[in-house]
């Protein structure tokens, strides 16, 4: 005879049984159980699709004009996620070991600055791609030539759309 206090246990170890020869019989039937739902894989490709963005590292002098301008325009791409920085010790922010880490890519406007950070960051830099822009340092932040060169070439090297 059971007490009350014997039943929920009772009624668990029936659910596990059950549960458990469900789960055995899906496996010979080569069956997912329990099923996911279609919002349940939605959110996993959504999830998935979120890691799958592609860290870009801008690097300027003085993280001033150049670099937060690429680092604004390519922000809300869907396909990347974006940072800048600057080489020089004046800069607004200067590139650091965890920029450096948290990249995918890293675009530089010109040879001085991937020299720069090579010098300074060379085992980081192993496995990273930098490429060099040929941008020039004759603009302001957001001008409109700029955002035009930056739009020109960034998609083609990055493969985006």
């Given at each position: 005879m059971t007490t009350k206090d014997d039943w929920p246990r009772e009624k668990r170890w029936k659910d596990l049984y059950?549960?458990?020869t469900k789960v055995a019989r899906a496996e010979q039937l080569g069956l997912d159980y329990p099923r996911t739902t279609a919002k349940q894989l939605v959110q996993k490709e959504e999830t998935a699709r979120s890691t799958e963005r592609l860290k870009v590292l801008f690097v300027c002098s003085r993280n001033q004009w150049?670099?937060?301008?690429?680092?604004?325009?390519?922000?809300?791409h869907p396909q990347l996620l974006t940072r800048s920085g600057g080489?020089?010790?004046?800069?607004r922010h200067t590139v650091s070991v965890?920029?450096?880490?948290?990249?995918?890519?890293?675009?530089?406007?010109?040879?001085?600055?991937?020299?720069?950070?090579?010098?300074?960051?060379?085992?980081?830099?192993?496995?990273?791609?930098?490429?060099?822009?040929d941008i020039p340092d004759d603009y302001k932040f957001?001008?409109?030539?700029?955002?035009?060169?930056?739009?020109?070439?960034?998609?083609?090297?990055?493969?985006?759309?």
């Amino acid at each position: 005879m059971t007490t009350k206090d014997d039943w929920p246990r009772e009624k668990r170890w029936k659910d596990l049984y059950i549960r458990s020869t469900k789960v055995a019989r899906a496996e010979q039937l080569g069956l997912d159980y329990p099923r996911t739902t279609a919002k349940q894989l939605v959110q996993k490709e959504e999830t998935a699709r979120s890691t799958e963005r592609l860290k870009v590292l801008f690097v300027c002098s003085r993280n001033q004009w150049r670099s937060p301008t690429a680092e604004q325009l390519w922000r809300k791409h869907p396909q990347l996620l974006t940072r800048s920085g600057g080489t020089s010790p004046n800069a607004r922010h200067t590139v650091s070991v965890e920029d450096i880490r948290w990249s995918d890519v890293i675009l530089v406007m010109e040879e001085k600055h991937k020299s720069r950070l090579t010098a300074e960051f060379t085992r980081l830099l192993d496995g990273k791609t930098v490429h060099v822009l040929d941008i020039p340092d004759d603009y302001k932040f957001m001008d409109k030539e700029l955002i035009e060169m930056l739009e020109q070439c960034v998609p083609s090297i990055l493969g985006i759309e």
